[in-house]
């Protein structure tokens, strides 16, 4: 890789600076979601919260979010895949907590518009089992998470 790659000092201070401005510890806009950049979208749109069955988050790949080899950094894609599966919990059935995850990385994501996508495996009363996936500005899938719930309670 190119020794040219660095990461805007200014860019980063200004980012800081607007996430200290705005952010709040709840769901969607608590800091790490708001320096990674994350937008959520629950659907179907036109489903009560309680249906919801999935999740979308998107967000840019950039160089203060990827590994020295020019991609996504691997704790980054498992965190965000942690997000929407934790944060569709939280829209349709309320708080829980992962009591384990799984991460397969397939392929590396580039610098782009990367999405993940959250959705149920199986909702239950006590534990609820989960799954994330991760593509890449080329639209290629580049990981897969499975996740085991506790259900508020």
Known sequence: ???????DPAE?????ESILGSYEQVFEKFFLSKF????????????ADADKDHLRVTFKVNEMLMNPQGSLQGGIMAAVMDISMGHLLNKTVGMGI???MKTQYLRPAPKGL???EGRYI?????????ESRLWGSDGKLAAVATATWKMPG
């Open 1 to 7: 890789m190119s020794n040219e790659r660095k990461v």
């Open 12 to 16: 980063v201070r200004d980012h800081i």
């Open 36 to 47: 990674m950049g994350l937008n959520f979208d629950y659907l179907p749109h036109e489903a």
């Open 98 to 100: 992962t009591i384990e």
């Open 114 to 116: 990367a999405t993940v």
């Open 122 to 130: 199986k909702k239950g009363r006590t534990l609820s089992f989960m």
